[in-house]
């Protein structure tokens, strides 16, 4: 059953001149009992969204449960699923998520003599003074650090098919590792796979194997072209990052199923993308807290772009409170996969030891990845958005 109250012929017209119309998806017509309670302020507020066009769609999950999720993606209706993933996502393969207070990242700055531990990742501070940047890149290099089995398991969904896009916040490459690549991937704060020049006339690209030399030879890197900076591709603070080129025009309205994993959504533009997936899309949400939740006022008024576990008008949003790798593991079981997942880790993992040692042989990095397996690469989070 659809909530919406039905419209006069004429504004109906009009409505769908001005707006674009929610899918008319009917499917689901024996759930929905619950509604019963058709208080007025529920009516009020059914008129109000479906008058604005944010009306709810109609409940695709059997239950608001891990389960449901599972059972949904074998139907066969779920093709195009995105997955959103931030720092909580590598936590497990050893890299801190520095905004966190105990990793103490900005607090173990002093050595580099900066004005402010911000300074470090400000583009107009390392265009002035990069020696800090690089000396904790070399510190905090990425690439010694195996993907998790949260990472593993987006690439399972891709390679069943299941996976339309990946949009990370990490800069830590391990999506790369794990088989992502190209068009699976949009790299919201930027990456340690390829560098630019920073001279706007120039812009000439390295790849990360002409950087990891220039950091570990503690050279700073200089464009062979015109001896310009050359910077790593992450997102600094004061540059124009991610944010208009973030997101795939399609993506989001095409989702089927939205799984945001390892992030408390408190960083924008990329938390408000939650809200850009259709009415009728499922959220899965795999963190160690709730996220992402609705402020009251927006909620009230049918705004839906926060999420809504709780709350008696819950349909589509499912918080399974784990790390990520047990919540992808608890999923990839419900699925059938678990088996598969696991061994892909297995093989993979020990593919990466092997080049870890075949790297030490030849000796080009001279011991530095064992002296850096303590520490871990991190990116500035560009600032909210006032
Ligand atoms: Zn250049």
Redesign the pocket.
Known sequence: MSDAPELPKEEEEEREEELTPEPEDQSDDSSGEEAAGNTEMDFLRNLFSSTLGLGSADKVLDELTLDGVAQYIKSGKCKNILCMVGAGISTSAGIPDFRSPETGLYANMQKYNLPYPEAIFQIDYFKKHPEPFFALAKELYPGQFKPTICHYFMKLLKDKGHLRRCYTQNIDTLERVAGLEGDDLIEAHGTFFTSH?V?FC???EYNLDWMRDKIFSEDIPR?D??S?LVKPDIVFFGENGGSACMFEGNDFPRCDLLIIMGTSLQVQPFAGLVGRVSKGCPRLLINMEKAGQADPLFGLLGFGGGMDFDSEKAYRDVAHISTCDDGCLALAELLGWKVELEELVKQEHARIDGQEKEKEKVGESKGAAAEVSAAAPVAPEPKKEE
Do not use: Y
Request: contains cysteine; positive net charge; charged residues 20%.
């Open positions: 020049c001279s120039c812009r000439q464009c072209k015109c310009s």
